[in-house]
């Protein structure tokens, strides 16, 4: 079975809402990337990219597998309102640490890489992103039903994290740190796993953001990381 209703629906939304394209001289294009991620300076830092992104679609709850919801390498968040429609991600990472030994107490850092302004979309009037840590084992199905934030209205999840997407909040942070965001930091783990979604409703505007190539040899690289030993 496939999900064309919800690709088609993705599809709208992006396009009747698609962004103007004109080229900012104050935002770097593919082919002119900033300056490289200072992440890895020392001997010892080590950064590890994604084994998996899953998106995550409250219209199709226990879904996985399917074009838009098995893909593997997209982000994408969607939020109209609480109960019309949303699309949270998950993204997770392995890490060659063995539970319970000495460096699994490390600190671990997720930062996220700005995509380049040709490479992605944002709308809506406060596209600004909630990142949760979640326990998850390994290869375990995504689906929204899985969701930390929406499973259970009554608990509040604590955030790990923010980053705000909005074109002013993306220029200033390409200015500052050339497009490199530390989210958040904690102990490091086999298995690390993070769910995120828009913090806000968008109402009529839809708060929207989406990029392909989100790990090597993608370059250069953005969307999320772990970087450690730093
Ligand atoms: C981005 O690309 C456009 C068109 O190719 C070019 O005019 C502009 O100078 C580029 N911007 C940067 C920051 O390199
Ligand atoms: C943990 O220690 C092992 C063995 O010393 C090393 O190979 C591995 O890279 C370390 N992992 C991290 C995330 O530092
Ligand atoms: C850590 O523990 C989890 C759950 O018990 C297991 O799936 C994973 O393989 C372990 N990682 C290592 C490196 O032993
Ligand atoms: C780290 O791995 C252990 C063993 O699998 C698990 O019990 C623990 O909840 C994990 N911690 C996080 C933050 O994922
Ligand atoms: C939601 O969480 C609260 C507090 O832990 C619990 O009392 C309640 O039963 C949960 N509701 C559902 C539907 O799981
Ligand atoms: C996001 O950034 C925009 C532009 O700087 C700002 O107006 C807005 O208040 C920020 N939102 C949050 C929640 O920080
Ligand atoms: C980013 O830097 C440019 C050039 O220095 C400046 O004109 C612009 O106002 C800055 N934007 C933000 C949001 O800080």
Redesign the pocket.
């Known amino acids: 079975m496939l999900d064309l209703h919800t690709l088609a629906n993705l599809l709208i939304v992006s396009f009747l809402l698609a962004p103007p394209t004109a080229a900012s001289p ?1 935002w770097p294009n593919t082919t002119t990337p900033a300056a490289p991620p200072t992440a890895c300076s020392t001997p010892t830092c080590q950064t590890f990219y994604p084994t998996s992104y899953s998106i995550l679609n409250s219209r199709y709850p226990t879904w996985d597998q399917t074009p838009l919801h098995g893909n593997q390498d997209f982000f994408m968040l969607l939020r109209q309102r609480a109960d019309t429609f949303q699309v949270a991600t998950q993204v997770q990472f392995s890490l060659p640490v063995d539970n319970g030994t000495e460096n699994s107490s490390s600190t671990c850092i997720l930062q996220f890489q700005l995509p380049s302004k040709d490479m992605q979309t944002v709308l809506g009037p406060a596209p600004v992103v909630n990142v949760y840590q979640v326990t998850r084992e390994a290869g375990v199905p995504a689906t929204w039903d899985t969701y930390e934030p929406a499973r259970n209205a009554s608990v509040l999840v604590p955030v790990f994290g923010a980053v705000n997407g909005s074109v ?1 909040a993306q ?2 942070i ?2 500052q740190t050339g497009g490199l965001i530390d989210v958040g930091a904690g102990e490091c783990n086999g298995t690390l796993t993070w769910q995120m979604g828009m913090a806000f409703e968008g109402g009529d505007g839809v708060n929207y953001w989406d990029f392909v190539g989100v790990e090597p040899p993608f370059s250069p690289v953005q969307g999320f990381r772990v970087v450690t030993g730093c």
Request: aromatic fraction near 16%.
């Open positions: 104050l002013e220029q200033r390409w200015n």
